[in-house]
């Protein structure tokens, strides 16, 4: 049986690849700061997942946990990072960009790192992370947010090429959406928004072939890279 950890299960895309892996035989690790919401889905199917709350601000005390989980599972093969933090902030509140960063950079590092050395050790592993097309641009709405992105995207390759560089057996995949129907969309009115449910079937396909980076939808790959190219004028008024 294959063991996967799923960072951020307890809602939208993470709870819908547990309950995939779960459907496909993993034994799954599930974490998330709302305790309840994890173990309504842990009762779905009891022995199919190991519950480990915990708040990625927290963290002192990420790493432990993970280890906790990894000897309850009895290994690692997967490590999906699903978890994040988005918030609007044009008044630049100092408080808000402090926990976008503590969450989408130094615990997505510290998690990313963690897995990789494991992985190194063990001699396999399949690291994924999902970011966001949000991380190609600067966004004035929220300059933190797309910038952790931008840190995610880029911190992911550069484990992808370590990895390659050391003839190492890891696959290290970028997983990156366009806008997806979650709590962190909110009541934005925007494009080609993909339900979490088919948004998991899409990336787990992806995942067992090894894919290096996923799009959700694939038709983002091509409006990325307009976005990526527009001129700072257009971006400036966007």
């Given at each position: 049986?294959?063991?996967?950890?799923?960072?951020?299960?307890?809602?939208?895309?993470?709870?819908?690849?547990?309950?995939?892996?779960?459907r496909?035989?993993?034994?799954?690790?599930?974490?998330?700061?709302?305790?309840?919401?994890?173990?309504?889905?842990?009762?779905?199917?009891?022995?199919?997942?190991?519950?480990?709350?915990?708040?990625?601000?927290?963290?002192?005390?990420?790493?432990?946990?993970?280890?906790?989980?990894?000897?309850?599972?009895?290994?690692?093969?997967?490590?999906?990072?699903s978890?994040?933090?988005?918030?609007?902030?044009?008044?630049?509140?100092?408080?808000?960009?402090?926990?976008?960063?503590?969450?989408?950079?130094?615990?997505?590092?510290?998690?990313?790192?963690?897995?990789?050395?494991?992985?190194?050790?063990?001699?396999?592993?399949?690291?994924a992370?999902?970011?966001?097309?949000?991380?190609?641009?600067?966004?004035?709405?929220?300059?933190?947010?797309?910038?952790?992105?931008?840190?995610?995207?880029?911190?992911?390759?550069?484990?992808?090429?370590?990895?390659?560089y050391l003839?190492?057996?890891?696959?290290?995949?970028?997983?990156?959406?366009?806008?997806?129907?979650?709590?962190?969309?909110?009541?934005?009115?925007?494009?080609?928004?993909?339900p979490?449910?088919?948004?998991?079937?899409?990336?787990?396909?992806?995942l067992?072939?090894?894919?290096?980076?996923?799009?959700?939808?694939?038709?983002?790959?091509?409006?990325?890279?307009?976005?990526?190219?527009?001129?700072?004028?257009?971006?400036?008024?966007?």
């Amino acid at each position: 049986m294959k063991k996967a950890i799923v960072v951020g299960a307890s809602s939208g895309v993470g709870r819908e690849l547990a309950k995939i892996l779960a459907r496909n035989g993993y034994h799954v690790g599930i974490t998330a700061r709302r305790e309840y919401l994890l173990q309504e889905l842990a009762a779905e199917k009891p022995d199919a997942y190991v519950v480990k709350p915990f708040d990625l601000l927290e963290t002192d005390i990420i790493l432990t946990k993970l280890d906790e989980l990894v000897d309850e599972l009895g290994g690692l093969d997967l490590l999906i990072i699903s978890a994040g933090l988005i918030k609007l902030n044009t008044d630049l509140d100092y408080n808000i960009e402090y926990k976008i960063n503590m969450v989408n950079v130094t615990a997505f590092s510290m998690m990313c790192n963690w897995a990789f050395n494991l992985f190194r050790k063990q001699g396999y592993g399949h690291l994924a992370g999902i970011t966001s097309v949000a991380g190609l641009r600067g966004w004035r709405n929220n300059p933190a947010y797309n910038a952790s992105k931008a840190f995610q995207i880029n911190y992911l390759e550069g484990l992808r090429n370590l990895a390659h560089y050391l003839k190492l057996p890891i696959t290290v995949t970028n997983i990156i959406p366009g806008y997806m129907e979650t709590d962190m969309k909110g009541k934005t009115l925007v494009f080609w928004v993909c339900p979490p449910e088919k948004a998991a079937c899409i990336i787990f396909k992806a995942l067992n072939k090894k894919q290096k980076i996923i799009y959700v939808y694939r038709r983002w790959r091509f409006t990325a890279f307009l976005y990526k190219h527009l001129p700072n004028k257009v971006i400036e008024c966007a």
